[in-house]
Each structure stands twice: as structure tokens, then as C-alpha cells.
């Protein structure tokens, strides 16, 4: 469980509320029983609800990678409960995963996904699960989903041609950006022209998080993806780095350098970005951290022993369900829409995740600031109550 005794002791969550939450309500495995051309025999598929008490639909990203668990899909499900709550969203939380690698050829991911829809329709025409893109899919896998649906609020972060949100592929990276310029002058007293920024992945939220805060004026002077990365102290040219991602598959080699993921952790910068995967900054590590300040793009990237070390050092950490939570204030437009047909422009999407991110941002550190915890406490704490006041509504504690 995510929630920790202080939070559970901040928001008086009774014995009923935290026998819900502390399980998942429901976890579906199955596997995909079609051919895939790519030497899997059965994929694996997991797809665990953690609470429906703000839902259905219950909404969370899918996840496409040969080493992702059902105790990963289960703690990222329990995320989404909070972030969702968090943003004040009327969705539960959910996730899925797909055990498979997602660099496989394209015509093996593409009846991978069709599998996958396959097996869990039931969730999908139900409107129990909204699936949307996490590390592995793309608006690619998504137009699969409802190429199999025919059900546009059935799945966001599709194509924009079959009712995607323009701003949706690049939502979570401008929140991350937003929440940064925002956390840059409250914590660091500076303005983003003034900081050094490093950040890990380069997928979709960390390229897009690279651009937006690029254009912001910021030094992003190291970027690392899972085959490492380059760095420049003057700062990198982020336009020249996404044509060598381009062509290389990777950020590694840019500028002729060579920077492992460990030492991006441990370089001296205003700023450090996790925006690829969990669990990577451990007890192992968060001693060499240099960072002031750490925005959390990706879901869980510090473990709890390391969340403690850095609490200890001073770091101020921005967690994942308050800065990555703009891909699914995105998501819940792109579903609305879906139902009504209406459209939106890019800037208006942007508008409406800074608008929200900054509102929650104000709230978290306002209740951070009279409870004295720290800004990952205080966030959960906000969302633990709106799921809790949620069941009370529905009689359910
Ligand atoms: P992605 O698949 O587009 O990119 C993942 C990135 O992580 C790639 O650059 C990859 O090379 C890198 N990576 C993978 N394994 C690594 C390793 N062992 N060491 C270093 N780098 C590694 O995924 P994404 O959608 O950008 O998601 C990244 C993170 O953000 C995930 O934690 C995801 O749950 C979270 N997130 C994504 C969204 C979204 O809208 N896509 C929303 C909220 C949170």
C-alpha cells in the first residue's frame, strides 16, 4: 500500500476505508492466445483495478515491457486511484499490463494489442477500463484498441484523426514542465532560464518535458534513456538531440558522449527529472544525489528508503500523481469529448492542464506547509480524503 501510517493517521481513514484500500478490488490475468509472428507463445496480460470508488471508468495507462509484474501493473493501479482523486477527476484507478517486449517488430505489437484488446473487451465495452498509452504504447496501440471497440470514449490518447485531443501526446511532459517552473520558484527562488536540468528517458514524457522546458529557457545539460545518455554543461541542443534519437533509437552517442544512467544521478544540477521508469532512485544512490529539487515524470521512480534518505538531505521531490498527472487531465477531455462529439485546440489542452496542475500544486503545498510533511504525504493525503469522502457518499463505509 502506498499509503504510509502518517497519511493514514492524517486523513482519520477508519478501519472499512482502509480494508478497501489496501487491495486491489479486482485483478484480471489472462493470457493472449492468438499467434503473435515473434516467438512468444502466450503473452501474458494482467489488468488490476485498485479502486472503483471514483469510477467506473477506472483509467490507467498499458503498459508493453518483458519484464513488467503484477505487483508493478498493482502498485501502478493504486497510483491512479490517488492521482485521479488528486486531480479531482471522476475516474478509479486502474492499469494494465502486457508481458511482452515492446521493441518487437511493428506487425508483432500491432496483433499483440489486438490480443490484448481481445481478451479484456468486456472491460473495454463496458466502459470499466479506459486504457490510455504508458511505457511501450503509443496512440498507435490505442487506435488499435478502438479499431477493435468502435467506442471513441472507450480508450484516450489516440490519434487525433479518430477523435484523439490535440496536446494529448505531449500532455504529461508539459505538465512536467509546468509543475517545474512552478516548483523552481517556490522551492529554488530562481526562474527556469536560470537552472540545470537532468533528465532520465527520453520516451514520451521525457522528450516532450525536454522541449517544453527548452523553450522555457532552462540548461537541460544530461538526458539518459536505457542505453544511457550524453551531457553538455553549456546545454544541449534539444531539437539536434531528437534528430539523433531519430535516427539511433537512442540518446546515447549524442555529441560523441557517453553518460550512464548512474551518473546522471549523481551530477550536480538545479533540477533532476526520473521520466522513464520505477524504482530507479534507491537507497543505493539517493546519498550521491546532488539535485535540489526532483519532479517525479515517471510513476514511483524513488523508492521509500530513498524518499526518506532525500527527506533527510533536503531534497524537495514533486511527486509522480501531482507532476505527471497531465496526460490524464488530458485523458478525461479526450473521454468527455469522445461522448460529445466536441473539439478542442492543442493550446486549449496545454491551458487546461496548467490551470489544473497549478491549482493542485497550491493545494499540496499549502496543506505540505501547515502539516509540516512533505509534499508526497500531503498530496496523498488530499487524494486519500476525496476517495474516502467518495465512498461515504456512495454508502460504501
Ligand atoms: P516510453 O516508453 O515512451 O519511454 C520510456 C523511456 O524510458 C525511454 O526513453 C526508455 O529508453 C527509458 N528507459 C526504459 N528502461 C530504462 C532503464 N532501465 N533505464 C533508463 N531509462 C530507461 O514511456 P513514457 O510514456 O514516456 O513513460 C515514462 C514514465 O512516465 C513511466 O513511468 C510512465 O508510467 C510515466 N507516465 C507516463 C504517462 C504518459 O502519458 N505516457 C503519464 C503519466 C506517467
Known amino acids: 500500500m502506498i499509503l504510509d501510517d502518517e497519511v493514514v493517521r492524517l486523513v ?28 512468444h507463445k502466450f503473452i501474458k496480460v494482467y489488468l488490476v483495478y485498485h479502486s472503483a470508488a471514483r469510477g467506473p471508468p477506472c483509467k490507467g495507462g498499458v503498459r508493453m515491457s518483458s519484464d513488467v509484474t503484477l505487483e508493478e501493473v498493482a502498485q501502478l493501479a493504486e497510483i491512479m486511484t490517488y492521482k485521479n482523486a488528486l486531480m479531482d477527476l471522476p475516474f478509479g484507478g486502474a492499469k494494465a499490463g502486457i508481458v511482452a517486449d515492446s521493441e518487437l517488430p511493428p506487425e ?6 489486438e490480443g490484448f484488446a481481445h481478451e479484456i473487451r468486456y472491460e473495454l465495452l463496458s466502459g470499466n477500463y479506459v486504457p490510455a498509452p504508458d511505457i511501450g504504447t503509443s496512440p498507435r496501440e490505442m487506435a488499435v484498441i478502438f479499431g477493435e471497440t468502435h467506442i471513441r470514449e472507450s480508450v484516450t490518447g489516440k490519434p487525433i484523426g479518430i477523435g484523439g485531443l490535440p496536446g494529448r501526446r505531449e500532455a504529461t511532459g508539459y505538465g512536467v514542465s509546468a509543475v517545474s517552473e512552478r516548483a523552481v520558484q517556490e522551492f529554488l527562488g530562481k526562474e527556469l532560464s536560470d537552472v540545470a536540468v537532468a533528465v532520465q528517458g527520453f520516451g514520451n514524457v521525457g522528450s516532450w518535458a525536454c522541449s517544453f522546458l527548452d523553450e522555457k529557457g532552462a540548461k537541460i545539460v544530461a538526458v539518459t534513456d536505457k542505453y544511457g545518455g550524453t551531457i553538455r554543461k553549456e546545454g544541449i541542443n534539444i531539437n539536434e538531440l531528437k534528430k539523433h534519437f531519430q535516427k539511433n533509437g537512442t540518446v546515447d552517442g549524442y555529441d560523441g558522449k557517453h553518460l550512464s544512467n548512474e551518473e546522471l544521478f549523481g551530477l550536480d544540477v538545479d533540477l533532476l527529472i526520473p521520466a522513464a521508469i520505477g524504482g530507479v532512485i534507491t537507497k543505493k544512490n539517493a546519498e550521491s544525489i546532488k539535485a535540489d529539487l526532483i519532479v517525479e515524470g515517471a510513476n514511483a521512480p524513488i523508492t521509500k528508503e530513498a524518499d526518506e534518505i532525500l527527506a533527510r538531505k533536503g531534497v524537495i521531490v514533486v511527486p509522480d500523481i501531482l507532476a505527471n498527472a497531465g496526460g490524464v487531465v488530458a485523458s478525461y477531455d479526450e473521454w ?9 485546440k492543442r493550446e486549449e489542452t496545454f491551458a487546461t492542464i496548467k490551470e489544473t496542475l497549478l491549482e493542485v500544486f497550491e493545494e499540496v503545498l499549502d496543506f505540505s506547509t501547515n502539516k509540516k510533511v512533505p509534499l508526497r504525504k500531503a498530496a496523498l493525503a488530499i487524494a486519500a480524503s476525496r476517495v474516502i469522502d467518495t465512498m461515504e457518499g456512495r454508502g460504501w463505509i
Open 12 to 39: 482519520g481513514m477508519n478501519e472499512k476505508a482502509l480494508n478497501l484500500l489496501s487491495e486491489p478490488d479486482r485483478v484480471i490475468q489472462c493470457r493472449i492466445r492468438r499467434h503473435v509472428p515473434s516467438g
Open 108 to 113: 508483432a505489437k500491432l496483433t499483440i494489442i
Open 336 to 344: 468527455r469529448k469522445g461522448k460529445s462529439g466536441s473539439k478542442t
